[in-house]
């Protein structure tokens, strides 16, 4: 039978019938009596003992224990799986002079809402032209991932004119410290699976280590023999997870140090399918209820929506990269779940979305007709 924790009701009542069990001719449960006020001051003491019984036991557990025992089962763990920190966003800008320019190392550009970025090596143009330069953001944290073209000033060591672009690739490798229910479940992926020398949840592993990656999919062998193809999501600071060139490269940089040695990491850029999505006859048909059904959609892309691969699917590995579709009843479903919705039809898409390797479904345009 298993052990339950009693209410202090409960232990002042077992209090109560202790006393009159084991002392002849006392009646503990009579308002007017010595032994009513001892029996809840013993309760008392029980039921406070109980409840921090109950709570040690919970903190054995990964599953079970309060956040701030996460840390300690995660240095616990061999090997230790530590909470992710903040980091600062990283990558290349573009510098362009129309005469002589200056731009010292550590000089600092900055945004349009403030935020600033530090140049990792500063660079002196002789003339008209452009160059680029690699910078990191100021602060760590997700608000310092910052898309392409995106453009920045001069706050500090610059001589000259110029401007500043956002390179293509984008300033990406930004995060916030990993938050608790993302770090409890990493631990116990861990734990389910334990390090077996480079097999498929060991990358995923690796990825999920880097900061900013909420999840990826794995497709081993995907590159030929010895390689493992990685697809990452950043699904905090990039538009449906998808990462940029800047991203990519630093999960790249991770995976080269942390995987073993004998296997080539491969990471891509998850190739995204827009699925537009139009809605007729919905009942009934308020601003409250659209904003609810475009809010499920998403969520439903978010839960079912995953990469297309040739890995062979496993039972205990939905991580995998394996032929995958993007089924047209889930939009139905979604639909169905907004708050307030009575009745839908979907007339678009028509049919499940096919994905090929390296694709993976997102939302694209929401219609009401």
Known sequence: MPWQSRSLKQHVTDAQRAFTANLPG??????????????????????????????????????????????????????????????????PVTVTAIGPVTLDTGAMLLRSDGAAFSVDAGIVLAGAGSATVQVTAALAGADGATAADAVLTAGSGLTGTATFAVASAGLGGAADPEADGAYRARLLFAKAFPEHAGAPPDWLRYTLAVPGVTRAFIEPLGQGRGTVVVYPFFDQTRPNGIPLESDRAAVLAALEIAGPGAGLPVVRIPQAVPVHVTVQNLAPDTPEVRQAVAAEIATSFFVNSRVAGLATPHPSMPFLATPAAFSRSWIWQAVANASGEESHSITAPATNITLTAGQTAVPGTLTFA
């Open 26 to 91: 006392a009646d503990a449960a009579l308002a007017r009596n010595n032994l009513a006020p001892v029996a809840r001051i013993l309760a008392g003491f029980n039921y406070d003992l109980e409840r921090f019984a109950a709570w040690a036991a919970d903190q054995r557990f990964v599953a079970t224990c309060d956040a701030d025992q996460l840390d300690r089962h995660g240095a616990e763990m061999k090997p230790a799986v530590p909470r992710k920190a903040a980091s600062a966003a990283r990558g």
